[in-house]
């Protein structure tokens, strides 16, 4: 019953919070921070209000229930913060994140990644799924072939065959000692995850290659686990796993940068724009470098040789940074007259889509 009345008090906040953030984020291109605060502290209120209720009623709802809410609130909050440090996706889309992680939980009460990771998953494969058929329809036959010949060299294929299958292992190695219960898709969509993340801190926190860490993992994986990882169950996964994360990572990225930007006049740059080239001071001049398109990955496998001029871009230029730009450019520092702009993609409709369908399936 109490379930029941949550749920009645609490969807029309989730329609309303995920209509009119939509609508803003597709014609301001702005997530306000009202909504966000005001679903958070309605979904507090409602759930404080109704456990302090029934309490005098002796009616049950576990101490250990009002507890997980509150972690959930947490682990949501530290998994939006990371995607957001990561430039998965902007501070903005991270916060909304956050509201509704935090306004379903208390419908559909289970484990406390399931819903994080749930609502992260249906987000993310309509938006893949969208954008993949986008790139694939309006790009060359002629770039497509290169990419795939880049692609199928030998020493490429082998290091990334390394790289997948050491930390692919850790990463299954980590959820199992967390009792993950994620599976199919879902599973492959978190280790994909997973090892975005490892690429990201090894090229931009640590800045140390991972090729001989991946030979030294990948040895003691099959040192330590050679049955499991010659069953054909573990043959389809790593085999989907590979392919995906190469089709996505090389293939997919480099369509991305040709579909969804276009080249301006640097004196044409503009606050809120999202670069897709950045500039890097190297021996006293400055060389413009492509950026990873599709802002969720703008960090993940950026280059990292040299400092960036600007480091954070999904939440595009400030003025700031514009007229920096402007200024090295009339001064003769970077001598290009044209820089790519990243198209704005409005991410709290894909959000809150996926939202919608971690509903209806029941999977949260």
Do not use: C
Not at 10 to 29: C, N, Q, R, V
Not at 98 to 124: G, K, R
Not at 158 to 171: A, P, Q, R, V, Y
Not at 311 to 328: N, R, W, Y
């Amino acid at each position: 019953m109490i379930l029941n009345v949550l749920t009645i008090l609490l969807l029309p906040a989730i329609f309303f919070i995920g209509i009119i953030t939509s609508y803003e984020d597709i014609k301001y291109k702005k997530i306000r921070n009202k909504w966000v605060l005001s679903a958070l502290l309605y979904s507090i209120f409602i759930f404080l209000g109704i456990f302090l209720k029934i309490i005098p009623t002796n009616e049950i709802l576990s101490r250990a229930y009002l507890f997980s809410y509150f972690l959930n609130l947490i682990f949501a909050f530290f998994v939006g913060i990371l995607i957001w440090v990561t430039n998965l996706w902007s501070a903005g889309d991270a916060k909304l994140f956050m509201a509704y992680a935090v306004l379903i939980y208390p419908i559909h009460h289970v484990q406390i990644p399931s819903v994080s990771f749930s609502i992260l998953l249906n987000t993310f494969l309509p938006f893949l799924v969208f954008y993949v058929f986008k790139m694939l329809f309006k790009t060359s036959v002629k770039l497509k072939l290169s990419l795939l010949k880049s692609i199928l060299k030998p020493e490429f294929l082998l290091n990334n065959l390394l790289f997948i299958f050491s930390f692919s292992w850790i990463g299954y190695v980590l959820m199992s000692y967390f009792n993950n219960k994620i599976s199919g898709i879902g599973n492959v969509f978190t280790m994909m995850l997973f090892l975005f993340i490892v690429l990201f801190l090894f090229r931009n926190i640590l800045k140390i290659d991972h090729k001989n860490l991946s030979i030294v993992v990948s040895s003691i994986a099959l040192f330590t686990d050679f049955e499991r990882i010659i069953s054909l169950d573990f043959l389809r996964y790593f085999s989907l796993l590979f392919f995906i994360f190469i089709f996505v990572r090389h293939f997919i990225i480099n369509l991305a940068f040709e579909t969804l930007s276009y080249p301006i006049y640097i004196e044409n740059l503009r606050s809120g724009m999202v670069i897709a080239e950045n500039f890097s001071k190297e021996k006293g001049s400055y060389t413009k470098h492509r950026m990873t398109p599709l802002s969720f990955l703008s960090a993940l496998i950026e280059k990292s040789e040299g400092k960036f001029l600007f480091p954070a871009l999904s939440e595009g230029l400030t003025k700031k940074d514009a007229e920096e730009i402007k200024s090295l450019h009339s001064q003769g520092h970077i001598k290009e007259h044209t820089i790519r702009i990243f198209q704005t993609v409005p991410f709290a409709p894909f959000i809150f889509l996926g939202v919608l369908i971690a509903l209806l399936i029941g999977k949260i």
